[in-house]
């Protein structure tokens, strides 16, 4: 099984700043690609940024500059670096990571895909 726990959630102050973390955990071979996704109320879930094995980067256009995607493999943790919020930032920010798992004799198995329970960020004044 593997688990992903999100923390770093809060409410600050537009112009503000927050880190979200989130850390995997389990029994797997190999940790891919790393997203954050964001759920703002009555809206659909949107892709903020995704980092890939070797590092890569990407984001949405809506937080390119403000936000910095990062993962530290040796801890099995993703980072995502918040600056300059906006109101319309508010929103449940779930992780999303792409896993190899582990076979019975240790080898590279199926892929899988695994969903944090998400940490709500407030931008409000």
């Known amino acids: 099984q593997v688990q992903l726990v999100e923390s770093g959630g809060g409410l600050v102050q537009p112009g503000g700043s927050l880190t979200l973390s989130c850390v995997v955990s389990g029994t797997f071979f190999r940790i891919n690609f790393m997203d954050w996704y964001r759920q703002a109320p009555g809206k659909e879930r949107e892709l903020v940024a995704r980092?890939?094995?070797?590092?890569?980067?990407d984001y949405a256009s809506s937080v390119k500059g403000r936000f910095t995607i990062s993962r530290d493999n040796a801890k099995n943790t993703m980072y995502l670096q918040m600056n300059s919020l906006k109101p319309d930032d508010t929103a449940v920010y779930y992780c999303?990571?792409?896993?190899?798992?582990?076979?019975?004799?240790?080898?590279?198995?199926?892929?899988?895909?695994?969903w944090g329970k998400g940490t709500l960020v407030t931008v409000s004044s």
């Open positions: 980092i890939a094995t070797g590092s890569s980067t």
């Open positions: 999303n990571v792409d896993v190899t798992l582990r076979t019975g004799w240790g080898t590279p198995g199926n892929g899988m895909v695994y």
